[in-house]
């Protein structure tokens, strides 16, 4: 992993620049890493504000050999990778909402963004788009997302090298990926569960189509969020967005 390191100034998105490569025939474990970007993506046609180094902006391309179904596992994957490494690199207690949001004392500090293509039955290859605010003051988050979006500054009082960081990520990332090539995805479940917020609680859960209450069991082993309904039905959820009450 990182054997390519693909390193822009600034660009668009390095979700684009990543599909050009892996387009091109670029390797198993190519990393494309800006400064900044001009057009960052977030999952559901979200924007992600990307000022020029503030925090980590990158994509990882993958060249899994497992089933397209199975994808999702990777971006589970990638959340305790990032959960474990600010864990023992900044000695904060992150959680991940799922399906793959890293919260620091409630707020969002990263999220992850995994674009596959694939044909029939085999991946071609996926994109794996990590960004995780570091070095942002409040005042540097955009007003209509203070509220809920933090910063590894603003959370600990101090400012962060990246770069380090970045080689924490790529290091953990890799002996997370061979593990879980060599001892499949159980393990991944459990740590991710040990991250997980408001497993045993009353969610809210909206897709486009409907909104409405359960108890989140944990995830699937195809990453689906396991829910429990008040009749006792249990059901796994793809595509959603989730929240909750304040008590
Ligand atoms: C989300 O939480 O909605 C996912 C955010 C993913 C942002 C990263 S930053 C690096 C990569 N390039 C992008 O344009 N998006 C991802």
Redesign the pocket.
């Known amino acids: 992993l990182g054997k390519t390191i693909v390193h822009k100034q600034v660009t668009t998105?390095?979700?684009?620049i990543a599909h050009q490569l892996a387009r091109d025939n670029a390797d198993h474990g190519t990393i494309v890493v800006?400064d900044e970007?001009t057009?960052?993506?977030?999952?559901?046609d979200?924007t992600?504000n990307?000022p020029k180094n503030k925090g980590?902006?990158?994509?990882l391309i993958l060249r899994p050999a497992t089933l397209p179904y199975l994808a999702p596992q990777f971006t589970l994957l990638t959340a305790t990778v990032l959960a474990d490494v600010l864990t023992e690199e900044t000695h904060t207690a992150p959680k991940i909402k799922w399906p793959?949001?890293i919260l620091l004392n409630g707020k969002?500090i990263?999220?992850?963004?995994t674009e596959m293509q694939a044909e029939q039955d085999t991946i071609q290859y996926v994109v794996i788009?990590?960004?995780i605010n570091v070095n942002q003051s409040e005042q540097e988050l955009p007003a209509d997302i203070r509220h809920k979006a933090t910063s590894l500054a603003i959370e600990t009082g101090r400012t962060w090298d990246t770069q380090k960081l970045i080689q924490r990520i790529l290091l953990t990332f890799e002996q997370a990926y061979d593990h879980y090539l060599k001892n499949g995805f159980l393990e991944v479940k459990h740590k991710w569960e040990s991250y997980g917020f408001k497993i045993g609680e009353t969610i809210r859960i909206k897709t486009m189509r409907e909104t409405w209450r359960a108890r989140f069991m944990g995830i699937a082993e195809d990453g689906a969020l396991l829910t429990k309904a008040s009749d006792g039905e249990m059901k796994k959820i793809y595509s959603a967005e989730i929240d909750w009450f304040k008590q």
């Open positions: 998105s390095t979700q684009h800006a970007q057009a960052g993506k977030g999952r559901m979200h992600w990307s980590i902006w990158m994509s793959n949001d969002k990263a999220g992850i963004l788009g990590i960004g």
